[in-house]
């Protein structure tokens, strides 16, 4: 269908052309070798357009991912070529950035237990106070400055 389109549009533009010099123009047949398509076109039509439905391919991806299947293999690394993750796989992640909170000595402790004695990268940690935000007396707001 888009090639016809495409003709059909370089047909009016190049006739749009031929015509505007002149005052009054008469109606000129399209011609019909401007619509015909090659057998090569036809390779990128839908399954349904196409004479035969195994020439088609398959309709449904098999297995796709689930949209955290999808963060997750975007963010990992040393990963297989051609891998896809799925559910219940253990993979390495190297996220744009990592989350704690104020409640942090327990992630820093685990954290140190894996074996970590610095950060890679300490602009990749983010720290949020989500456990004390109504906490305002002078002494405990100190805390956080």
Request: proline fraction near 6%; include cysteine; hydrophobic fraction near 35%.
């Amino acid at each position: 269908m888009l090639p016809v389109r495409r003709a059909v549009a370089f047909h009016a533009a190049r006739t749009c052309r031929q015509f505007l010099p002149r005052h009054v123009a008469a109606p000129r047949p399209i011609r019909s070798s401007l619509y015909t398509t090659s057998v090569r076109l036809r390779q990128n039509a839908f399954h349904s357009q196409l004479e035969s439905h195994a020439a088609a391919g398959p309709s449904v991806i098999q297995n796709p991912q689930t949209m955290t299947e999808k963060i997750v293999q975007n963010y990992s690394v040393g990963l297989a070529p051609g891998k896809k993750v799925r559910t219940g796989d253990y993979v390495t992640l190297q996220p744009h950035k990592i989350m704690t909170h104020d409640n942090s000595w327990p992630v820093a402790l685990k954290f140190m237990g894996l074996g970590a004695t610095k950060l890679h990268d300490k602009d990749q940690v983010i720290l949020t106070l989500d456990h004390d935000v109504q906490n305002k007396s002078d002494g405990n707001l100190k805390k956080y400055r």
